[in-house]
């Protein structure tokens, strides 16, 4: 079965510094991974996603993820850090089978001071 | 397009009543997912329509929960009756289901529920 372990669930970070979220998954088949990002009270939404290609994908918000399969990692990054970059961010692989059912991982709530 | 809606935002009740929540996924979309996010047990999926029909209940916490999709525009979430335990937030999320695995969902705002 499919999992996904975030390190850390709290990051802080100042203004402009870079942003670094972990996310190590686990999976029996090649996986599809995802960044989903939740602004308080509001819902999820798609930060980016890998499915196949390129192990580098960009995002939205200047955001990007680096697909990993011998680290079995898909980490989120960003070069600097915005005010408005401050949410809760999800990681999360597509289980094997016939749709997209997500596994998440538990949430690392990301921070930004001035 | 307004993307995925839900309603009611907000619902406190107390423990045995009926709570129902409901849903309008995105024109055009055939997957419907219902999720239940808590503190303790993050977020996990309840159940998956396809094209109106249930596919995968195996979330679905134990027979107090029904859901059910009439039509392609509507689905509600059921919890008969309500115990404290239920208290999390509940979003729904919806899918154009093109490529399986890959497709991305669209998440609704959430109704955060509170029974006493």
């Known amino acids: 079965a499919q999992s996904v372990t975030q390190l850390g669930s709290h990051v802080s970070v100042s203004e402009g510094a870079l942003v670094l979220l972990r996310c190590n998954y686990s999976s029996s088949v090649p996986p599809y991974l995802f960044w989903y990002v939740q602004y308080p009270n509001q819902g999820l939404q798609l930060l980016l996603k890998y499915t196949t290609g390129a192990t580098l994908v960009k995002g939205i918000n200047g955001f990007e993820a680096e697909f990993k399969k011998s680290e079995t990692s898909f980490h989120l990054t960003k070069p600097s850090a915005h005010m408005s970059d401050a949410a809760e961010y999800f990681c999360a692989v597509s289980e094997s089978g016939g749709y997209n059912k997500l596994i998440f991982g538990a949430g690392t709530r990301l921070a930004v001071h001035p | 397009d307004a993307g995925v809606i839900q309603s009611p935002r907000h619902e406190v009740t107390e423990m045995g009543q009926e709570v129902t929540l409901r849903c309008k996924p995105i024109s055009g979309h055939n997957s419907l997912f219902w999720y239940r996010q808590t503190m303790m047990r993050g977020l996990e999926l309840l159940i998956y329509?396809?094209?109106?029909?249930?596919?995968?209940d195996s979330g679905m916490p134990e027979d107090r929960f029904s859901a059910k999709m009439p039509n392609a525009s509507f689905s509600t979430l059921k919890i008969q009756p309500s115990e404290p335990r239920d208290s999390a937030v509940y979003f729904c999320a919806s899918s154009p289901h093109l490529a399986g695995r890959t497709d991305t969902q669209y998440f609704g705002p959430g109704t955060r529920l509170t029974v006493l």
């Open positions: 329509f396809n094209n109106n029909v249930p596919i995968d």
